[in-house]
């Protein structure tokens, strides 16, 4: 099954954030001669996701954008605005478009060794890597391993577990229908009675658009309350009743005050394993870029991993603090989000959720929020 008993690299995991490491590694002439094995339970044929995220200028996947935007639009029903962004665009990469660019990529690189099965077990010891694959247990030499396989949270009962899932519908129209101009972020119109919910609207021509309704809830819903939700927004709030859906896409995002390590037991977690999922709203592919950027450039100056800087932890604080609330429901999520964009330019709001801003634009933002609820949150915090 394995063409080699040894590997400076080996990736569990063949997901956004293993594929954006071997991507930067593949650019770099300094790992032309590395061995690099990268496992996963099978090969990624589906458009299984859709990541959206903001940036100012070129990222490093601009080739795969899908479709991006200058102007966002965010409802609630005490304020509404398009917002335009600039510096910022809002960007969508669809997953089977990145798996399609990576893997064709990886092909016509004799030293990526791409391997399907399901991990069951691993551990280290020195360069002794050993693995549980498909009930077969190999024992490998590697020089650094990356996991993104997210493992069972050993404190579970005491972590504030919530769950970002949602439904998505990618719809058509007979007649022209959509601004294409304009990207709807968060819409929370919608009805509040299960939780914080709000839907989004992609539009990607005049004509056809993706809309998710989206909860930050405990409990999943039946696909049946998926499909009401996303039947009454369209036509209730988007005023459509002649469409037709051609795609569908179903996805759920763990967001917890669990804490992730990136150096654990001689192995380097990556993505949502490795706590590149933002606890507070989901956002997951900026950070991941970011992690896989800092990575490759720490590899190809020598530099250990070990080193390598985290994001500050009074990020994971504000995400806490606001998981507590929501959880306990001290506060509507839309009312929150509400006085976020109203009271702040939305540039310095994005600048925040992507964990860029300073204690001093921090401070000046977290002043706009209801001042007790979250002073109290924060306390149980601390």
Not at 315 to 339: A, E, T
Request: with cysteine; hydrophobic share 35%; charged share 25%.
């Amino acid at each position: 099954m394995l063409q080699h008993q040894s590997y400076d690299y080996v990736f569990l995991g063949a997901g956004c954030a293993s594929l954006s490491i071997i991507m930067r590694m593949l650019e770099n002439r300094q790992f032309a001669d590395k061995k690099i094995l990268l496992i996963d339970k099978a090969a990624k044929t589906q458009n299984d996701r859709t990541w959206c995220y903001w940036e100012s200028g070129e990222g490093f996947f601009e080739g795969i954008i899908h479709k991006k935007w200058d102007t966002i639009s965010f409802f609630s029903s005490d304020y509404s605005s398009d917002m335009t962004i600039t510096p910022y665009q809002y960007k969508m990469i669809r997953g089977v478009d990145f798996y399609n660019y990576c893997f064709d990529k990886i092909s016509a690189y004799p030293s990526v060794e791409l391997v399907y099965g399901e991990v069951k077990s691993f551990s280290r010891s020195g360069n002794k890597f050993t693995l549980s694959i498909d009930g077969e247990t190999k024992i490998l030499d590697a020089g650094i391993v990356f996991n993104s396989i997210v493992q069972p949270d050993r404190n579970e009962k005491k972590n504030i577990q919530l769950l970002q899932h949602f439904k998505g519908w990618v719809i058509e129209t007979d007649n022209d229908t959509f601004n294409t101009e304009v990207a709807t972020m968060m819409d929370f119109r919608v009805p509040q009675n299960k939780g914080t919910t709000f839907a989004y609207v992609l539009p990607f021509d005049k004509r056809t658009a993706l809309v998710e309704y989206t909860l930050f809830t405990r409990e999943l819903l039946s696909q049946a309350e998926y499909d009401a939700g996303l039947n009454l927004y369209i036509q209730g709030y988007l005023g459509l009743k002649n469409y037709r859906v051609t795609e569908t896409e179903f996805g759920i995002i763990p967001m917890t005050s669990r804490r992730f390590y990136f150096e654990e037991n001689e192995i380097y977690n990556i993505g949502t394993a490795g706590g590149q999922t933002k606890a507070s709203s989901g956002y997951t592919f900026q950070f991941i870029q970011k992690q896989a950027q800092r990575i490759v450039d720490f590899l190809s100056k020598g530099k250990e991993l070990s080193q390598l800087p985290l994001s500050s932890r009074r990020f994971r604080f504000y995400d806490n603090v606001l998981l507590h609330i929501l959880y306990y429901n001290k506060l509507p999520g839309d009312s929150i989000f509400s006085r976020l964009f109203k009271s702040n330019e939305p540039q310095k709001v994005l600048k925040f959720l992507d964990n860029e801003t300073s204690l001093a634009e921090e401070l000046k933002i977290i002043s706009t929020l209801p001042t007790m609820p979250f002073l109290k949150a924060a306390l149980k915090q601390l």
